[in-house]
């Protein structure tokens, strides 16, 4: 069982285009997050969200809006893409501890 | 802010010891961490260490804590190819609320 699953993963789109990626984890952890891997591999969070309540928003363009309807699920809504867009995003989940994340596969979005 | 950096490359035999360097600077750190990212795929956590620790070894991972000098260090003896990927340090902030990474050292185990 895949214990943090995203969809899609990879994702080709044209700017000016909207685009959602999905995150679902079935470890029952309460805290659940967005991560950006640029094409240098930095890594850097966008979102955490704690029992659906939003507690880290890392200057990240209001663009990009994540819900989460429930504790097992953070969605990325991106509207507007852009070239500088492109990248790879990883969801991930924890319980409490930031550090003991289990991370996705990742998505890699391409804008064109 | 915090800033974490690693050196972007290291090279190693087979069977030789590798040793992957990361600095850091908020001196607040309760917690660093070590994951591995394979091509293709997602993070994987490796080990974690507790500020107060100057050392700690979990099977062929020793991580070494230097506080002082806010120095961290991950050695991985006898090095195999399937241990060649991204290895990323990070750091817990003081509220505990998120990590911050670094850029990620490419280690290339050579057969």
């Known amino acids: 069982d895949t214990a943090v699953s995203q969809t899609p993963k990879y994702l080709v789109t044209q700017m000016g285009n909207d685009k959602s990626i999905k995150c679902e984890q079935n470890?029952?952890?309460?805290?659940m997050y967005w991560y950006k891997q640029d094409s240098k591999k930095f890594l850097k969070i966008m979102f955490s969200?704690?029992?659906?309540?939003?507690?880290i928003n890392e200057t990240v363009p209001n663009r990009f809006s994540p819900k989460s309807p429930d504790k097992a699920h953070l969605n990325l809504h991106i509207n507007s893409l852009e070239l500088g867009d492109s990248a790879v995003y990883f969801c991930?989940?924890?319980?409490?501890?930031?550090?003991?994340?289990?991370f996705g596969q990742g998505t890699r979005l391409t804008v064109v | 802010g915090e800033d974490v950096e690693q050196s972007l490359f290291l090279s190693v035999r087979e069977g030789d010891s590798s040793v992957i360097n990361c600095t850091y600077t908020d001196s607040s750190s309760t917690y660093l961490y070590w994951y591995k990212q394979e091509p293709g795929a997602g993070l994987q956590l490796l080990t974690y260490i507790f500020s107060n620790m100057d050392m700690k070894q979990d099977q062929r991972l020793t991580v070494l804590l230097n506080k002082k000098d806010k120095h961290l260090s991950l050695r991985i003896a006898d090095t195999q190819t399937g241990d060649s990927a991204i290895y990323f340090c990070a750091e817990r902030d003081n509220a505990g609320n998120m990590l911050t990474f670094g850029g990620g050292t490419r280690l290339m185990v050579k057969p």
């Open positions: 470890l029952g952890h309460d805290t």
């Open positions: 969200y704690n029992n659906k309540e939003l507690i």
């Open positions: 991930a989940s924890s319980l409490g501890t930031p550090g003991e994340a289990f």
